[in-house]
């Protein structure tokens, strides 16, 4: 897939497409609508279908010291607009010059003339422009002056709420691993680069996977079970413990999946985590033995868990 940048005009070849404008962070139910209606209006139009992203997010923009909230990646939504049928990935850099267009600058400037958009799909909800001065009225304002068609789509509703990334988060924040997965259709995933750890999983025979969380949304402390995906396509089954390892000086925080079976090398290796089941919060454990057989009892009900798993 090609991934465009907002800063630079748009390649010929991409331009007059349909563009799905949104953050589109999670990529759930409510964005999969945005940019499903996109990629049905470009095909049907015979144009370019473009999914739009902003990164750094403007929140982080704001607010820096914000605790990390993100559910996914630049690469991993990269991947999922390409699985949505886009034909580029149009990313949004957010800095103090893109805080500062204002509304019209924004479609008329950016949109148009940069991007060269002929339509643009978003959200009802959707903002933009200086101090959020646009909306989905102004932009269908702006863009019937300027030959750039918009359109809005609604909130989608699963179980009388609607979909939102903030509702991905509190559920995940609460270990509510099934409700993330039915709102973004899949299972919430971390993906990131195999580092060196103290090695302690290997002494009690456990060998885990270490990664950092980043800038990754911290879902409820506590063991999982998981799957992870590794760089050859392969799909592990295992247990992992997300938190500051209490039983260990000094608490660090770290991503640590234990894979059944395996026992290959993973260092420096990028691989995906995904979270299915919540089975405990982190605990401390007096002893080593006291660890191992717990470990061993999350190991058996994870297993369980994962061979249930459609």
Do not use: W
């Amino acid at each position: 897939m090609i991934r465009l940048d907002s800063r630079e005009r748009t390649p010929d070849a991409l331009r007059g497409a349909v563009i799905a404008l949104g953050n589109f962070d999670g990529f759930h139910l409510g964005h999969q609508a945005v940019a499903g209606e996109a990629v049905r209006r470009a095909r049907d139009e015979g144009r370019p279908a473009i999914i739009a992203t902003f990164d750094p997010h403007p929140v982080r923009h704001f607010d820096p010291a914000a605790a990390p909230f993100r559910l996914t990646t630049l690469d991993q939504r990269e991947e999922l607009f390409a699985e949505a049928g886009a034909d580029a990935m149009l990313v949004f850099h957010f800095d103090a010059d893109l805080a500062a267009t204002s509304a019209d600058d924004f479609v008329r400037a950016l949109l148009i003339e940069r991007l060269g958009a002929a339509a643009v799909v978003t959200g009802e909800d959707f903002t933009f422009g200086h101090k959020r001065g646009g909306n989905v009225s102004v932009l269908a304002q702006v863009g019937a002056q300027n030959g750039l068609a918009a359109h809005a789509v609604g909130p989608v509703i699963a179980r009388n709420e609607v979909v939102s990334s903030s509702r991905i988060r509190t559920a995940l924040q609460a270990g509510d691993c099934a409700t993330a997965a039915r709102l973004m259709t899949r299972p919430f995933a971390v993906r990131g680069i195999v580092q060196h750890g103290d090695k302690v999983g290997r002494t009690i025979n456990f060998p885990t996977a270490n990664l950092d969380m980043v800038d990754y949304l911290r879902p409820r402390y506590g063991i999982y079970a998981v799957t992870g995906r590794l760089p050859d396509g392969r799909v592990l089954q295992g247990a992992a413990n997300i938190g500051i390892r209490p039983t260990f000086d000094p608490p660090k925080e770290l991503l640590e999946p234990h894979f059944f079976d395996f026992s290959e090398d993973l260092y420096g290796q990028s691989i995906e985590v995904a979270f299915h089941h919540f089975l405990r919060p982190e605990a401390k454990f007096d002893s080593l033995d006291a660890l191992v057989a717990q470990i061993e009892r999350d190991c058996a009900q994870a297993k369980r868990l994962l061979l249930a798993t459609p």
